[in-house]
């Protein structure tokens, strides 16, 4: 091992979002990153596998806390009521970050390749939150229609978030996301 | 253009499936799917750009009569009974066609690049649902959120009728899908 590089993954992590949005994912080098965040080559390769992984490495931290939060819920709350206690888990943690969200997602919807990775990250939280509502005796389907609920919720609440001009407050913004999904499949809302 | 060759494209999606089945994607060449089809590489190349393609040729018309069957249904009927509407196009579009299904089905979960390609055709169903729901005066967020309720009842339902031993009517499974995201929506589902 190297020797102690304080903060290391926090200074590879900004120093790659920064470069990302400045001059494009595609055109920047790891080596570059490294320089920026004034470490090497190999301490990058030491904390991620690739250029796409520092843009996803609080991923799993993420699924951690919000499966957590449900399964937690879970033993006092019915489902659905469960993935809200986990969309307000995870909304605490990203909430005061808006900034640095938005510029990494600007940069994820800039390249498909990133898309593509933001997705299969996506779908192994359903699978996960899936699992733990399992793991809890909810049966199937109502399992993974929770968990896809769940996710739907926090995508278009996420989405609002980040593209409104004011920095509202996101549990807020994820509970309305749920009012509103539980009036659009009690077909509540109007076609007109 | 080359010399009339019919049934071109239904030749080599069949031959492309049945060889990425039987030895793998990776282990597949574009040359190898063309001589199994009894055609050549450039025949292959006019109607797809890549070995991933081939897999989800069918992929624009499913969205197509997805969208549109919602956009029909939306004159008359709420959001989620269109969709619902939709998911019963579609179902009527798979029906009879399992077997072919669950083989491609099986070739795209034993890869990691098909399972992204396949999230990023489901995104962008999503996309166009929610887009049609828009211009049919449904707001945000009940557009976005109804696009994904009928995306989570479609990948759910789809994962009941392909995993399942007999060779259940899609369009029920689908229908109970949504009756228990419903279910589960509204909290009708107990914790324990």
Redesign the interface.
């Given at each position: 091992m190297g020797r102690w590089e304080p903060n290391a993954r926090e200074r590879l992590e900004t120093a790659a979002l920064e470069l990302y949005s400045d001059r494009g994912y595609e055109q920047t080098t790891v080596a570059e990153i490294a320089t920026c965040a004034g470490l090497t080559e190999r301490t990058f390769f030491r904390h991620y596998a690739d250029k796409r992984e520092v843009l996803f490495a609080n991923s799993g931290e993420f699924q951690e806390l919000f499966v957590r939060a449900v399964a937690e819920a879970?033993?006092?709350?019915?489902?659905?009521?469960?993935l809200a206690a986990g969309l307000d888990a995870i909304s605490e943690m990203l909430a005061g970050q808006r900034d640095f969200v938005r510029a990494r997602q600007a940069v994820i919807m800039a390249n498909?390749e990133l898309?593509?990775?933001d997705?299969?990250k996506t779908?192994a939280i359903s699978a996960a939150l899936a699992d733990t509502l399992r793991r809890?005796?909810?049966t199937?389907?109502?399992a993974?229609?929770?968990a896809?609920?769940g996710?739907?919720?926090f995508?278009?609440?996420f989405?609002?978030w980040i593209v409104a001009d004011e920095d509202h407050d996101l549990s807020r913004v994820m509970r309305?996301?749920l009012d509103?999904?539980?009036?659009?499949?009690?077909?509540g809302?109007?076609?007109?």
């Open positions: 879970l033993t006092s709350a019915a489902p659905i009521d469960a498909p898309q593509e990775r997705l299969i779908a809890h005796g909810i199937e389907p109502a993974s229609l929770a896809e609920a996710i739907a919720v995508k278009v609440g989405q609002r309305e996301s509103e999904l539980k009036a659009v499949t009690a077909g809302q109007d076609a007109t």
